[in-house]
């Protein structure tokens, strides 16, 4: 009998049932599982063992199932540490049974153990973490089976990836011809890159059907989610080695939006620990091709002779995806970004041609008539964080840049300005960059040239012999405008090739292809701003030793996380222009040497956001851009209250800074105006101002001055609040004293019940709450006049946030203030995260309460993150203050930091940023509503304008908080790009608090973002 022919007769579970109970002894219940051509069921056992049963196609050999069994030993004493299936013998001793079916056949049973997991296809996502493991999974597992033989290994299987080309038979019965061709090309691939290497390939036994059905991952915590095992060894065979890690990521592509990236995870994964050969990487790309190729024509071939059997197209449209993805990728480039990750030069012939090339520089042309050896010349920064470009993108546009090159150029005394080679730049806004839609996704940034900035009509000359290779015209805006790349030979018959980009058209003109230019001669000039793709005028010469078929169109810059690869097709041109080393400055540090030095240098205890860190060195309004360029949307980060960056602010505190910075010992009117705007905000009687650096500082100032007036030193906060970083701020924040490294409580500090109305003592179906949490306050101050104490303050934020962005019930800050007063003590406010303006309803936080606070705390967000902080108090108090000790900052109220303070108040009343922190923060509020009625996660949404919480739950009835959820969302929201953090007691919050420039737009990329990542496995509410 065929394996292809049908079972006459299906076992049935209850058929299951009793061979289990026959041949194994095992009182079990049976699920059918899937299967090609066997059939396989799920046996749960009374005492909660699981095994899976398999009765095998008449037409399976005992030797077939003797060498999977003898496999499946090997592994378990050659690699005990994988999770794999382990073979159960019968009542006999006997590893497979032989049963008579009731149709008449002959049929083998086997029993393994049953792996727990969940297959790969059902995992949401597939981080690199998992798909290397998966690599690293199935590497272990063949070094264990290269010392394993057995003559059923040798056999003929359509999966065998080395007998691919059965399928050219069978590809006419593809019905789309576009899909037909689409096979074609990689059966064509495959004949030309893999067939005539088969010969000098590795070959062992491999487990050779890692497809995302049979791979099985662990529960999605604990995280990270490792392989949990692999089952169906029916496809086990003596093949190439390197089909294994080659099948795994032909099918780790599935679904993916960076088809080679996942790829290269997998094999990374795989190298790490069974290292592959040059010759295998070389073919990799064409046996993951070749494996779709075979899946999608055995489809289209069952489909004819077993229509109605789903199992044979279980993933024929997600294998036509990849294949359409994997069409747009170049073999060669593949090819590379493989070598690449197993540690190997990208290019195979780079190190050749690069040897050719410094042998050759000595003798070869200056492209200027001014030989860039000698000549003067001045090295641009046009990186990501150029201070020369400064945060603003309107610094980048053609005349902006154009003039302020040309200015320096001028300034300096030199003709010709240098753009440096493999730099990200910010530069390149165009769609023809990449990133569509999504300001967050990912931009080629990295230059693969050096840029000569000359005058226009400037004449080129060729640095080397060459034969025009292409011309072309790239008119599109930032594209390359005039092109020219000239072909060059070297002695063994191999060729690179120079691109010349943003020429004058006539240059074109005065070329034909194939015409031989000499070494030294003039054949082009430079173009103008108007010809050359809307560039200061310049050249752009890049060196490029493989063109990848690319034409006019090969990249002059570069995705970041491609960036080894392209600059190693296109190595630094300076080795043939021969700028000297020393015009060059000190290349900045890359992220794991700035991550490793400041590991070294800083205090440990000093934080660092995410999982997977930020070098981030510009911002601009509400985006904050790392070192590659990539923009991360912020909405975390209160500081920048009216942006990042904010011109206004730059501009302000750069004009003082340019004319006097000094201290309040002496008279200036900046102070003056200040004080004068702020006290204009606050309501009577808050009108005496004390200027400090930071929000820490002014809490300080507030307790002394509390202190001062009340005579008085205990002080009354609530449940995790967080106050500020010196020893008396320490000493009244629950969230650092009762912490990790914290003292607990001084005798001084009472703390009262944070009035949190969603899982706190008193919830919101309440109308009291709020009266009845002040009732605690009134209760320590009764406490503590019994105990012979007496309070100064109470302190609180008016929201808040440390203690996870809370919103007190109404009615609660007027009755404990009330309380507190009329115990003698005063009442702080602390608005440094929640003032100016981010309510959107209200100015300040204590408005929303209805009540006017004795001591206002204010801190960096009014500044905008230049050093400025505020306490503003009563003139009763401020007198009570002035004991004869004199109070002095020595920054604080400076001339330059009133500068960016008032030109906040400015930005703040000009761009009615009160007014769109209440707009957007009701359009973001009402899409958190509706995200939350569909994520069971999302316990409560709260907060006022732009200041909101998640509260992230486990179970919507007990409240438990999800603290590994909320970590676990936060990290996902960093990987797409957005920029979150969690707060409150149990770091179960997710805080948005974004600049006050933060639109509708970015509002709906946010909820966009945040409804893919809830649906992933981890952020699900199970424990």
């Known amino acids: 009998m065929l394996l292809e022919a049908r079972v006459a007769h299906r076992v049935t579970e209850a058929e299951a049932t009793r061979l289990a109970r026959e041949i194994y002894g095992l009182e079990a219940s049976a699920r059918a599982l899937s299967g090609e051509y066997d059939d396989n069921f799920h046996l749960s056992a009374a005492d909660g063992r699981a095994f899976v049963l398999k009765v095998m196609h008449p037409a399976r050999e005992p030797s077939f199932i003797d060498f999977q069994c003898q496999a499946l030993v090997h592994l378990a004493e050659r690699a ?321 840049l154009t003039e302020k090159i040309l200015g320096e150029m001028k300034r300096t005394g030199v003709r010709v300005g240098i753009g440096r080679y493999d730099e990200a730049r910010p530069l390149y806004n165009s769609p023809l960059f990449g990133g569509g839609d999504n300001p967050t996704a990912e931009r080629r940034t990295i230059h693969l040239g050096i840029d000569l900035f000359v005058a226009p009509g400037t004449a080129l000359r060729a640095p080397l012999d060459g034969v025009v290779q292409i011309l072309a015209n790239n008119a599109a805006p930032q594209d390359y405008g005039p092109l020219v790349i000239l072909r060059h030979e070297i002695g063994d018959g191999s060729e690179f090739f120079t691109l010349y980009g943003h020429l004058t058209t006539q240059t074109l003109d005065g070329l034909e292809v194939g015409q031989r230019v000499a070494r030294g001669q003039e054949f082009a000039r430079v173009g103008t701003s108007a010809e050359n793709g809307g560039w200061a005028s310049h050249l752009h010469f890049q060196i490029i030793l493989d063109l990848l078929d690319l034409g006019a169109d090969f990249p002059g810059v570069a995705y970041a996380s491609q960036r080894a690869v392209w600059t190693s097709l296109s190595p630094d041109p300076n080795i043939l222009l021969g700028i000297p080393l020393e015009h060059f400055p000190t290349k900045e540090a890359d992220f794991n040497e700035t991550l490793k030095t400041r590991q070294a240098l800083l205090g440990k205890n000093f934080s660092i956001s995410y999982e997977h860190p930020l070098k981030i060195v510009r911002g601009w ?165 019994a105990e012979g104490r007496s309070v100064a303050a109470y302190i609180a934020e008016t929201l808040p946030s440390v203690g996870g962005q809370i919103v007190f019930p109404p009615g609660y800050l007027r009755e404990v203030y009330r309380h507190v007063r009329a115990a003698g003590a005063v009442c702080i406010a602390d608005e440094v995260q929640v003032g100016f303006g981010r309510l959107g309803t209200h100015f300040w936080g204590f408005e929303t309460q209805g009540v006017v606070p004795d001591i206002v705390v204010l801190g960096k967000p009014i500044g905008n993150g230049f050093p400025l902080a505020a306490v503003v108090t009563t003139k009763e ?113 997710i805080k948005l608090r974004p600049p006050l420039v933060f639109t509708e737009a970015d509002a709906d990329l946010f909820i966009k973002t945040l409804d893919a990542v809830l649906q992933e496995d981890a952020a699900q509410p199970r424990r």
Request: a neutral charge.
């Open 877 to 989: 108090i401020a007198d009570s203050f002035a004991n004869g000790m004199e109070f002095f900052s020595t920054f604080g109220g400076n001339p330059v930091a009133c500068a960016a303070g008032l030109a906040v108040l400015d930005v703040l009343e000009d761009q009615r940023l009160q007014e769109q922190a209440l707009r957007v923060g009701t359009h973001l509020m009402n899409g958190l509503h509706a995200l939350q009625e569909r994520h069971a996660l999302i316990g409560d949404v709260r907060g006022s304008g732009l200041f909101l919480g998640l509260d992230l739950v486990l179970d919507r009835e007990t409240r438990e908080a999800a603290p590994l959820q909320a970590s676990y969302v936060v990290n996902r929201l960093r990987e797409c790009g957005i920029l979150t953090g969690t707060d409150g007691p149990h770091h179960n919050v």
């Open 621 to 785: 309004m509400q985006y904050l851009y790392e070192d590659t360029g990539r923009a991360f949307l912020d909405v975390y980060n209160n500081v920048p209250l009216v942006g990042h960056s904010h011109p206004r602010v730059v501009r302000a505190a750069q004009e003082q800074l340019g004319l006097l910075n000094t201290n309040t010992r002496y008279l200036h009117d900046n102070v003056n105006r200040y004080a004068e705007r702020l006290t204009r905000k606050l309501p009577e009687p808050l009108r005496v101002c004390f200027f400090v650096n930071s929000g820490s500082e002014a809490n300080e100032l507030a307790l002394r001055l509390a202190r001062a007036h009340t005579g008085r030193e205990d002080v009354i906060v609530v449940e995790h609040a967080y106050h500020g970083h010196t020893s008396t701020l320490i000493d009244i924040s629950p969230y650092k004293f009762d912490g990790p490294g914290g003292h607990g409580k001084k005798p001084w500090v009472h703390v009262a019940p944070l009035a949190d109305d969603y899982r706190g003592l008193y919830r919101r179906n309440n109308k009291e709450a709020g009266a009845k949490y002040a009732r605690h306050v009134a209760d320590i101050l009764d406490r503590t006049r």
């Open 80 to 400: 005990p540490q994988l999770p794999l299936p382990r073979v159960l013998p019968n009542h006999r001793g006997e590893r497979f049974t032989e049963i008579t079916s009731p149709d008449g056949s002959k049929r083998l049973v086997w029993l393994l153990s049953f792996l727990k997991g969940t297959v790969l296809a059902e995992v949401r996502p597939h981080p690199p973490e998992l798909l290397r493991d998966l690599g690293w999974f199935l590497g272990e597992m063949d070094r264990a089976l290269e010392s394993f033989e057995h003559p059923a290994a040798h056999r003929e299987l359509k999966w065998d990836s080395s007998r691919a080309g059965w399928i050219k038979a069978y590809v006419p019965e593809i019905e789309n011809t576009g899909r037909r061709a689409l096979v074609e090309k990689f059966l064509a691939i495959y004949e030309t890159e893999v067939v005539p290497r088969l010969p000098r390939l590795r070959r062992s036994v491999i487990y050779g059907d890692a497809n995302d059905h049979n791979v099985l991952v662990s529960d999605p915590w604990p995280q990270p989610r490792k392989v949990a095992g692999v089952i169906d060894f029916g496809d086990m065979h003596h093949g190439l080695t390197i089909s294994e890690p080659a099948i795994a990521a032909a099918y780790a592509i599935l679904g993916k939006t960076d088809p080679l990236k996942a790829a290269a995870e997998v094999v990374t994964g795989y190298q790490g620990v069974f290292p592959l050969q040059e010759e295998e990487v070389a073919v990799l790309f064409g046996l993951m091709a070749a494996r779709l190729a075979v899946s999608v024509t055995n489809s289209a071939h069952r489909k004819k002779t077993i229509p109605e059997d789903a199992y044979v197209t279980i993933s024929e449209s997600a294998a036509w995806d990849a294949l359409e993805q994997l069409s747009k990728i170049h073999p060669r480039f593949a090819h590379y970004t493989f070598r690449a990750v197993c540690g190997m030069k990208p290019l195979p012939h780079a190190v050749t041609m690069q040897r050719w090339l410094q042998t050759n520089a000595k003798s070869a042309s200056s492209i200027l008539d001014a030989d860039l050896r000698t000549a003067p010349s001045l090295v641009f920064d046009l990186s990501v964080g150029s201070t020369f470009l400064g945060a603003d993108p309107a610094a980048a546009e053609t005349p902006a």
